[in-house]
């Protein structure tokens, strides 16, 4: 067997019509949806991100508010441009890039976002709707992701999932989103014994770890879909003396013999975290308008 290769970058090109698309309609009622982006200290990694966002944001349409903070700001004065940023009717979406400095509580700041306006959906207000079954903002790693299951797979009632990784930004999210899927959905971590069988149970596996190499194919139930979203940067001495290149967090080479589809890196789950950012950002305008959620752009 070989696997299909799952395009997220071009379905990520379709959200982006389709983001396009409703800003056009929003447009027409004067109405411009704004993203603001907040980068505190110099990752060289963010930067690319927050680079691509402003790019996709200006071309989609909407506007793109970028707010960069020295490595050394304090939490408070953070926490000030948070809440300007709430009270800017200019902006519909806050993301503050993660990590923060270690002298800055995380959790204090997210949740210093008006839950309206966190397109992250990393707010614990947006994390316990996700949890209960309310409507919520959820997070764009995730979304991406559920996108993808589903057009690859359809209905996913009842399929075994396992996800490997329980951060707050992607592991339980996608736990959450799969098991509202009706899956069956085990959560795997660093304390997870046995964990090949555990993963070999999985007819869905999104792995969320952080470390190249990870996921070997004899983990891999035969015919599983596999979601790689691990994104790690590995010396590639063949693109010449000091380059980079990106992989994974699967053996991709490997698994794609034994699984029906999986998603590259790059070119699979990045691409469809900064469409779903955009789409996040249409919906929370639309709803801060009094306008209905747009049904393309949400799950
Ligand atoms: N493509 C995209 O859009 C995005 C990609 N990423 C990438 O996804 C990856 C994960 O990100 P994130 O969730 O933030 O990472 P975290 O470091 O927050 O979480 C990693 C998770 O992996 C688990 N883990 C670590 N080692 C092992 C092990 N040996 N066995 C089993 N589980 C293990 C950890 O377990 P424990 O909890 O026990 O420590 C933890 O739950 C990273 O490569 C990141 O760059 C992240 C966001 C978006
Ligand atoms: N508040 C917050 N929200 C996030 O969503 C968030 C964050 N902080 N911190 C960092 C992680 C990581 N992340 C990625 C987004 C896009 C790509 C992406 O576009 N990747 C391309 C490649 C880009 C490249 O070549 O560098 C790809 O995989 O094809 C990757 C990673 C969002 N994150
Ligand atoms: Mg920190």
């Not at 790059?266 to 789950?269: D, F, H, L, Q, R």
């Given at each position: 067997m070989t696997a299909a290769i799952i395009d997220g970058k071009a379905f990520a090109g379709e959200i982006r019509e389709r983001v396009a698309n409703q800003v056009a309609r929003l447009k027409e009622m004067d109405i411009v949806p704004g993203l603001a982006v907040v980068l505190v200290g110099d990752d060289p990694a963010s930067e690319i991100y927050v680079r691509n966002k402003n790019r996709q944001t200006e071309e989609a349409g909407m506007a793109s508010f970028e707010h960069r903070l020295g490595e050394d700001t304090e939490e408070q004065e953070l926490v000030e441009l948070v809440r300007r940023l709430n009270a800017d009717p200019q902006v519909h979406g806050i993301l503050v890039q993660l990590p923060l400095p270690d002298h800055i509580d995380e959790n204090l700041v997210i949740n210093a976002i008006d839950p309206a306006k966190d397109v992250d959906g990393f707010h614990v207000i947006n994390a316990g709707r996700l949890a209960t079954g309310q409507s919520a903002m959820v997070p764009c790693t995730p979304l991406g992701c559920l996108l993808m299951l589903r057009d690859r797979l359809g209905d996913l009632s009842g399929r075994e999932a396992v996800v490997i990784g329980r951060s707050n930004i992607v592991g339980k999210p996608m736990a959450q989103l799969l098991l509202r899927e009706n899956c069956t959905v085990t959560v795997c971590h660093s304390r997870t014994r046995d964990i090949a069988d555990v993963v070999r149970r999985g007819e869905i596996v999104v792995a969320a770890v952080g470390r190249r190499d990870f996921v070997p194919a004899d983990w891999i139930r035969r015919g599983a879909t596999v979601i790689d979203v691990g994104i790690n940067r590995i010396d590639a001495p063949e693109k010449g003396e000091g380059k980079t290149r990106l992989v994974g967090d699967v053996q991709f080479d490997a698994v794609k013999d034994v699984a029906d589809a999986i998603t590259p890196v790059?070119?699979?789950?990045g691409p469809m975290t900064i469409a779903c950012l955009l789409a996040n950002t249409v919906t929370a305008c639309c709803l801060s308008h009094g306008l209905p959620a747009p049904q393309d752009l949400t799950v």
């Open positions: 790059p070119g699979g789950v």
